[in-house]
């Protein structure tokens, strides 16, 4: 079926992509009124057709990606969203280049621990906060997206989505840390171009930006909500449970489920109703807190999740289909790194991260099991080193390269809208790009040099 598929059953998904990019910037009061009906509308024009030709195996793999990809990704999010929300810091904390670049930092490090949505979502809020006197200040959401949302969750399946689905398949928990050399380069240089940016910015805006009170006022920082903080950790460990823990499976209209899936979506519902049943609804409030940021990447990511159907089928048959041509030329490191993070900037990375984990399982000859065995240390095959080096650019480039547009990560599009309902103009989507690609594409290009050449 998918050999067959043409380049032309992805127009809907060029579609969506296109109306999420231009019609915020031609039509702004169309688009907040009726992006719910665009979204829905191309997965209608991508799912009618589809059914029409393939009947019942249309319906059933439409429903195995509602089932299996996006209701499970809509919980953890909403979830991680949640319980955030209910954590608030109460302070005076001032948006100065020192206190960012502290805030940015710590979030790239915490994002491979928590996740970089909880990650995102933790600290989005008092970088508001403290910035909330500062006229020019997007780039500081930015360059939260760039790091927080995306390069911090490199070291840990725990950090990407990508690098979850690779512990699953049998990369071993901490193999991931082999990437802290590449993750220190990258964030380095991000977090220094950074700081540079933003001390020239705030130099520039003079005196009008308030100054943090000293003494008793200070002392007063502290956080309220924190028992937000058990129920996040309650989140990770769902998600590392369901990744190492077989419970059984079972059939539901005939796609394949697994009880522990089931068991993790559960316990992250749970988490969130406990965080909305324990904590004050003032600090919520006080946060700026509202439901319009989930409800946005909900109904966009339906419409992405359906459309996105037929271009990953194409690329999962790899050389058989219609990107054969494309796929064939991948033969080496640096080529992985730039492809599966150029597709990973538009598509969803985790089923790219997977697409070209088993193109470089089958470039290397060896089979999964081996594979782990190897990433263990516990087999000896002449093309593990091979076999390592793709793995590595493979990694580096879904993760990473999600921080060149707004839907290349999950978060970064949560980050925007959060900005942009607490008063902070942030980009279009191209212009996002343009910042991406002055800022990001430069350091992947050294990054290439340095590791993938």
Known sequence: MAEALPLWSGIPFAGILLSIALTPLLAPHFWHHHYKKVSVAWAAILAAPFIFAYKGLALFMIGEVMLLDYIPFIILLWGLYTV???ILFRGSLVGTPKLN?????????IASVMGTTGASMLLIRPLLKANAARKNKAHIFIFFIFL???IGGILTPLGDPPLFLGFLHGVPFFWTLKLLPEFLMVSGIVLGLFFIFDTVLYRKEGNHIAVAPMGKERRKSRLQGTQNFVYLGGILV?????GTWKAGDFSLFGIHMSYQNLIRDFGIIAMGLLSLWTTNRKYREQNGFTWEAIKEVGWLFLGIFVTIIPVLMILRVGTHGHFGFFISKVTEPWHYFWMSGGLSSFLD???TYLT????ALGRAGISEAQAAEILRGALDHPEAARFIAFLKAVSCGAVFMGANTYIGNAPNFMVRSIAEENGVKMPSF???MLWSGLILIPVFLVVTLVFFS
């Open 430 to 432: 191209f212009g996002y």
């Open 356 to 359: 070209f984990f088993n193109l």
């Open 148 to 150: 927080v949302s995306n």
């Open 84 to 86: 955030s929300g209910g």
């Open 238 to 242: 769902a998600v590392l449970i369901s």
């Open 101 to 109: 670049l502290t805030i940015l930092a710590v979030g790239t490090v």
């Open 349 to 351: 990375n985790a089923p």
